[in-house]
Structures are given as structure tokens and as C-alpha cells.
Nanobody, 116 residues
Framework: QVQLVESGGGSVQAGGSLRLSCAAS????????MAWYRQAPGKERELVAI????????NYADSVKGRFTISKDNAKNTLYLQMNSLKLEDTAVYYC?????????WGQGTQVTVSS
């Protein structure tokens, strides 16, 4: 079992920055990657960024490339998402995700609201 707890969401004006955190606990050895997803009202959940534990390789959705940075502190088992130059369309609930063998775990989500 894996537990994921997100923090760091909030409200910010367009152009501003926020940093999200996702603390993982439990059987973290079994986690091969960690990712951030988001879901805006009326839209499907989408992948924002992913961090592969073994290689440290990262991938980003085209919509956030150059503005968001995903990173991980292995000592703390914590995943981060640094979000800069935030846009109105970044408003969503952001979820931490961890594939775990044949399953996957999700955090509870944290709201990010960008206003003009």
C-alpha cells in the first residue's frame, strides 16, 4: 500500500507561481514513477508531468512545457511540481499519482485557482 498526500495548492493571479508537494509513504520501494495529473471542471483528467524514479527522466504535457518543472526528493519520498507563469487555463484540481506494480494510487487532490 502507498499513501500520497498533496499540499501547496491555492489561489494565485495569472503570471504567478505555486509549488505543489506530494509526500509518499508506505511501500514506496514498489513505485516506479510518480506523476501529476489535473482535472478542470467539465474536463477529463489529464497527465501534466511524470518523473521516472530509476532514470530521473521527466515528461511534460505540451501545455505546460517550459513553465512547470517536476522534481523528486528521494530522501523525503516527496514529489514536487513547480508551476511558473500560471495561466487561467491551469485552474484545476491537481492529483499526485503513483503506479505500483499492477495498481496505481492517487492522492486526494489539491485545488489550484488562477485568476486574472
Amino acid at each position: 500500500q502507498v499513501q500520497l498526500v498533496e499540499s501547496g495548492g491555492g489561489s494565485v493571479q495569472a503570471g504567478g507561481s505555486l509549488r505543489l508537494s506530494c509526500a509518499a509513504s508506505g511501500d514506496t520501494i514498489g513505485i516506479s514513477a510518480m506523476a501529476w495529473y489535473r482535472q478542470a471542471p467539465g474536463k477529463e483528467r489529464e497527465l501534466v508531468a511524470i518523473f521516472f524514479n530509476g532514470s530521473g527522466r521527466t515528461n511534460y504535457a505540451d501545455s505546460v512545457k517550459g513553465r512547470f518543472t517536476i522534481s523528486k526528493d528521494n530522501a523525503k519520498n516527496t514529489l514536487y511540481l513547480q508551476m511558473n507563469s500560471l495561466k487561467l487555463e491551469d485552474t484545476a484540481v491537481y492529483y499526485c499519482n503513483a503506479p505500483y506494480y499492477t495498481r496505481e494510487f492517487w492522492g486526494q487532490g489539491t485545488q489550484v485557482t488562477v485568476s486574472s
